[in-house]
């Protein structure tokens, strides 16, 4: 029986799909490829970021281009993070959880002070028992994360569903024994995330109604 629901926080709660594949797509262009779609970016959206550059480049991506791309995300991210929209079905999503009788948390690979800054800016800092996000951005593995994550809440896996967008956040979830619902609102495509045999939805109501199955 689920009894805790676990969120991602870019690109499932937070709706900052839009300003990231935006981001890239610019990189692409400065690297010499234009024309970059957001669906060739769900198509080819991976980690760690170098794959990602390679996977559209057709090539690896110069030492220069690699430090471009992660020094200027932040410069283009942090001026407009404060303004950056919930996921619409946010606030309803939580509040089925809540009613359901389930605890749950967000963990983000995002930089844990930012992380806590943005989720109390965004009023929901008290729905969650923990909010966890990187505290060393050098790892990069999502399971190493959500084990402490786990270990620190007291839960069993079996008793958990992580609600996320990538395939990151279904390889954690399974590779520690939690089950996953995948959502198409960020950077990767509904195909994609369909491929990994989890559920997967439009939607944050409809996660949270598979979540509860």
């Not at 709706?15 to 692409?28: L, S």
């Not at 990187?134 to 959500?146: G, M, P």
């Not at 809440?153 to 996320?164: K, R």
């Not at 590779?175 to 944050?204: D, E, K």
Request: charged share 25%.
């Amino acid at each position: 029986m689920i009894k805790h629901i676990v969120w991602d926080w870019n690109g499932t709660l937070l709706d900052d799909f839009e300003i990231t594949a935006q981001f890239g797509i610019d990189c692409f262009a400065k690297a010499g490829l234009s024309g970059v779609t957001f669906d060739d970016v769900r198509e080819h959206h991976t980690r760690p970021f170098a794959d990602y550059l390679k996977s559209l480049l057709g090539r690896d991506a110069t030492e220069s281009e690699l430090a471009s791309f992660y020094s200027d995300f932040s410069k283009v991210y942090e001026p407009a993070m404060y303004d950056l929209p919930l996921a619409p079905d946010a606030f309803h999503a939580l509040e089925t959880i809540s009613g359901a009788g389930k605890s749950q948390s967000i963990l983000s690979m995002a930089p844990h002070e930012e992380l806590v800054s943005l989720v109390r800016h965004n009023g929901i800092y008290e729905r969650f028992t923990r909010v966890d996000g990187a505290r060393d951005l050098k790892k990069h593995f999502k399971i190493d994360a959500l084990k402490v994550h786990f270990d620190e809440l007291g839960v069993e896996p079996a008793n958990v569903c992580v609600i996320g967008d990538s395939i990151d956040d279904f390889d954690a979830a399974n590779g520690l024994g939690a089950s996953a619902v995948l959502v198409s609102t960020g950077m990767y495509s509904h195909n994609r995330l369909v491929a990994t045999g989890a559920p997967v939805a439009t939607s944050l109501t409809g996660a949270v109604a598979e979540a509860l199955k």
